[in-house]
C-alpha cells in the first residue's frame, strides 16, 4: 500500500470514529429499550429492502421534543441533527409475494448492549429501534451468517454507507426516484420506492445485496402494509405496449378497469398524471 493510500485508510478511519462519536450522546441513557418481539412467523425470503425515514417529521408526530433519558431522545432531543435515517434492512419475502414476509425467526431476543450499538447511531439514532430491527428482523436473514446483532447491523451499515441520500425531505415518488439515481448511479430504475403509507424510501436488494427492481405485487412489505403496489389501488396505471411503449390510463379512460399492473415488467403505479409524465409516460390514445 502505498504512503497516500494508508494515508486515506487512516482518515476514512478518524473520520467515520468521529462520525460516530458525535451521534453519541451521554444523555441518552434510555434503558428500557428491549421491547418483546412480535409473534415469530418463518416465511421464506429472497430479496431485502433497506427502509429509510425523515427524523423531523418523526419527531413531530410525538409532539414535544424528547428530554434525556426519555425513548427517542437522541433522534428527537439531542443536539445531534438527524435527516433520512435507516427504519431498518428487512428481509423480504419472494419475488412473487413480496408482502409475505418472516418475521421475529428466533422469537425474543436478549438486550443488546449499548456499546456495540454506539457504532450505528448514526444510521440509526434509537437504541430501542436497533434492538427491535435486529429482533425482527435480523434474526430472519437469509445468509444466516448474518444473523447476529453486530453482522446484521454491519451489513445495514455498509449498505447505508453506500447510499448518497437527500439532506431534505421528498415525498412525490417520480422526483424522489429521480433524485436516487440520479444520485446514486449504482441504483438502477425501480430499486428505489416510495411507501405512501409509512412515508418512508426503500431500496431494495438481491439476496447477494445486489441492488434491484422492487418486486411488488399486491403490496408493499415491511414493517407497513400499503397499497403503492397494488394494481387494483392505482389512480394512474402506467402499462408497457406490446411494442414497449410506455402508456397511463386515467379512470376516466375506457380501458382503465382491464389494465393489470404487472411490476415485474417495470410496469407502474402513479398518485397522479403529473408524476407519470414526469418519469417519461404518455398518455394512453
Known amino acids: 500500500m502505498t504512503r497516500s493510500n494508508l494515508l486515506a485508510v487512516m482518515c476514512l478511519t478518524l473520520c467515520a470514529a468521529l462520525a460516530h462519536a458525535d451521534c453519541v450522546d451521554p444523555k441518552d441513557t434510555y434503558d428500557a429499550y428491549n421491547e ?14 433497506l427502509s429509510y425515514s425523515w427524523a423531523p417529521r418523526y419527531c413531530a408526530e410525538k409532539g414535544d421534543k424528547r428530554r434525556p433519558g426519555q425513548k427517542d431522545y437522541l433522534q428527537c432531543g439531542s443536539n445531534a441533527r438527524f435527516g433520512y435515517i435507516l427504519h431498518g434492512l428487512w428481509p423480504q419475502g419472494t419475488l412473487a409475494k413480496p408482502n409475505d414476509y418472516p418475521r421475529a425467526c428466533a422469537g425474543d431476543q436478549p438486550k443488546i448492549d449499548r456499546a456495540l450499538m454506539a457504532k450505528y447511531f448514526c444510521m440509526t439514532p434509537s437504541a430501542w429501534l436497533l434492538q427491535h430491527e435486529y429482533e425482527n428482523h435480523g434474526t430472519c436473514m437469509i445468509d444466516r451468517n448474518l444473523r447476529t446483532p453486530q453482522a446484521y447491523f454491519d451489513k445495514a451499515l455498509a449498505l447505508h454507507s453506500a447510499l448518497h441520500l437527500p439532506d431534505q425531505q421528498i415525498t412525490n415518488e417520480a422526483k ?14 425501480d430499486s428505489v420506492y416510495f411507501d405512501r403509507n409509512a412515508k418512508e424510501w426503500r431500496v431494495c436488494y438481491d439476496r447477494d445485496f445486489a441492488p434491484f427492481a422492487c418486486p411488488r ?27 414497449n411503449r410506455k402508456y397511463y390510463f386515467v379512470p376516466s379512460h ?25 418519469a417519461g409516460w404518455k398518455k394512453a390514445p
Open 36 to 49: 418483546v418481539a412480535d409473534a415469530a412467523q418463518d416465511r421464506p425470503s429472497e430479496f431485502y429492502v
Open 217 to 243: 405485487p399486491g403490496g408493499q412489505g415491511g414493517d407497513s402494509d400499503g397499497n403503492n403496489g397494488n394494481p387494483d389501488a392505482c389512480p394512474v396505471k402506467g402499462n408497457i405496449s406490446g411494442k
Open 254 to 278: 375506457p380501458s382503465y378497469a382491464d389494465v393489470v399492473i404487472d411490476f415485474s415488467r417495470g410496469e407502474r403505479c402513479f398518485d397522479t398524471v403529473k408524476q407519470a409524465m414526469a
Open 176 to 189: 424522489g426516484k429521480t433524485w436516487f439515481v440520479q444520485n446514486n448511479p449504482q441504483l438502477p430504475e
